[in-house]
């Protein structure tokens, strides 16, 4: 490997299992101590044993990010253990799907918790921790990639808990960018595509090959965010890419298009032709995954 990353602590949450784990091996593969973080203890053990291993550096944390006093107990562990934090990778999550009619208000509950609030509150920690270094004259070369999704920047029916929490994570990252430059800070967003159990029925006729190279390994989603991760990156801030298999594409996010200015108050009546005429003249919406 390369050492793009060495000795640069990075914090991955979710990081038992899945896009999460392979994020924490790749890391360490190119030099970084890494926090692994999942509120499976069992399988943050196993991951740190693996990177061990391979010769690199880990801590577990099973930190619940979602929880504030959890989040600042995760950034409290990487600087406790290594004595700096350069990268945060926000990558916690789960699946509550139902359609909107069936979908109960414990789902939408637990599925914008985990993934919105469990990027906001370690992102928020990790920023006051940055602050902090830059008031005493030490200024980060920090990053931070936080997980949207597909579903987040298109939607997807049967997903609207989870589809609005990453379409706010997006939102988030944008406005994060902004804010703490200053601190010396990127924030960038990647959009998986990958097999994980959390993805496994939406994959399933997917097969894995045989041989050749499978395009939903998790592993292919790491090698952008190590990259995210690393100093080189640091002219790269408050974007959203896409992954997958070895594609790898920036999101178009919403933008201003056409527009009428009439110069005073419209009358309701006016606006169904003023309506269609900005329709006419903008490009058609990508379709939402799932619509028919």
């Known amino acids: 490997m390369s050492g793009l990353c060495q000795d640069r602590v990075v914090v991955v949450t979710g990081a038992g299992r899945g896009i999460g784990r392979a994020h924490a091996l790749a890391f360490a593969a190119e030099g970084a101590p890494v926090v692994v973080n999942d509120v499976d203890g069992d399988a943050t053990a196993g991951v740190v044993a693996e990177i061990a291993e391979l010769g690199g550096k880990a801590v577990a944390d099973t930190s619940d990010v979602a ?10 562990t990487a600087v ?7 990268v945060l990778v926000n990558n916690a999550g789960f699946l509550r799907d139902r359609m909107l009619v069936n979908l ?17 509150a370690p992102l928020r ?26 579903a987040g920047l298109l939607g997807s029916v049967g997903q609207g808990n989870y589809s609005a929490a990453k379409a706010g994570i997006a939102g988030l990252t944008v406005v994060a ?8 800070v990127t924030v960038n967003a990647i959009a998986p595509a990958a097999r994980t159990r959390m993805t496994e029925a939406v994959f399933a006729s ?13 592993e292919n989603v790491s090698p952008l965010v190590v990259w995210l991760g690393s100093e080189e990156s640091g002219h790269v801030t408050g974007r959203v890419f896409e992954v997958e298999g070895g594609k790898v594409s920036l999101a178009q996010a919403w933008r201003h298009g ?8 419209w009358d309701p009546a006016e606006l169904g032709p003023v309506v269609a005429g900005l329709l006419e003249r903008a490009p058609e919406p990508e379709p939402v995954y799932g619509a028919s």
């Open 104 to 120: 109960g208000e414990d789902e939408w509950d637990a599925v914008v918790r985990v993934h919105l609030k469990g990027h906001f």
């Open 206 to 218: 997917m097969a894995r090959p045989a041989t050749g190279f499978d395009a939903m390994a998790p």
């Open 67 to 76: 929880d504030w006093a959890g989040a600042r107990e995760l950034i409290g």
């Open 80 to 86: 406790g253990n290594f004595g700096r934090l350069d």
């Open 125 to 150: 920690h990790a920023a006051e921790h940055w602050r902090a270094e830059t008031k005493a004259g030490r200024m980060p070369s920090a990053r931070v990639i936080n997980t949207s999704s597909g």
């Open 177 to 184: 960018a902004a804010e703490l430059a200053r601190y010396g």
């Open 258 to 265: 056409p527009a009428v200015d009439k110069g005073d108050r």
